[in-house]
DNA sequence: CGTCACGTTGACGTCAGCTTCAGGTTAGCC
DNA sequence: GGCTAACCTGAAGCTGACGTCAACGTGACG
């Protein structure tokens, strides 16, 4: 699979993808002429990263903790790295529904009989 | 109370709340010597601006929606503004809880049998 | 009056995860 | 051989929420 179908069907730009492989996060193979050429598990691969850059996880995080996520073998510190990320996750989930009971109690009070008119 | 003491209690840099106030998030009266003199109630709306940013507003939304989170009075489209980014909250937490999850599961695989020797 | 922490503005730097641009190459089809 | 879409690299630009530095003004104390 070229990098055009690869973007399309993971819906990650191409000039992302291509930023990828420079941080080290997707390899690909190349064709004779030097256009990279993906296998069919890298799609899985890019929702993986998608969703860890969707959790907060830096890039170089990323690119530490991606061998064990996709194979289940760790060393003690990546082990060690995978709980603080995930207690960092909790601890965002938190923070957010702080946020979201306070918005939603400001939107309850509004629109029970604030709401000025224009 | 001076914008030293201010960041001290609020945990916010100096810096970072004169670029609130060039935001238009914070104002300050001035002292005739032009040095910004904050009232008490700056702390909460410091604190309030904090949350929301760590709820992943941007500062112009926190700009547009500031007036009706501290006073109550809205107008519709305000209201339908704190709807969308509530909802957006809720959304990224769902986002959080399947990466956690994610994480989890690989914690619990990996300290189950297939740490590597270092 | 000096002094020194604290304050002021303005401009530039930073970081991450990209996008955009420029200039050139490859692949596949007719 | 020629066309066009898709691809390549390298470099510059962007956004947001500040950090950092320079050069200078303020204010409370003794």
């Known amino acids: 699979m070229r990098i055009g179908q690869l ?31 993906y296998p069919d598990e890298a799609l899985e691969r890019v929702q993986l990263i998608q969703d860890l850059f969707a959790a907060g996880l ?15 073998v760790a060393t003690p510190a990546m082990l060690e790295q995978l709980i603080i990320e995930r207690d960092r996750i909790a601890a965002r989930i938190q923070d957010l529904n702080r946020a979201k009971k306070k918005l939603g109690h400001v939107i309850e009070n509004v629109t029970a009989a604030n709401v000025v008119q224009d």
């Open 58 to 72: 830096s890039s170089r995080t990323v690119v530490e903790l991606l061998p064990c996520v996709s194979t289940g």
């Open 7 to 37: 973007a399309r069907r993971s819906g990650v730009s191409v000039r992302a993808l291509r930023y990828y492989e420079e941080q080290r996060l997707l390899e690909s193979a190349r064709t004779p002429g030097g256009q990279r050429d």
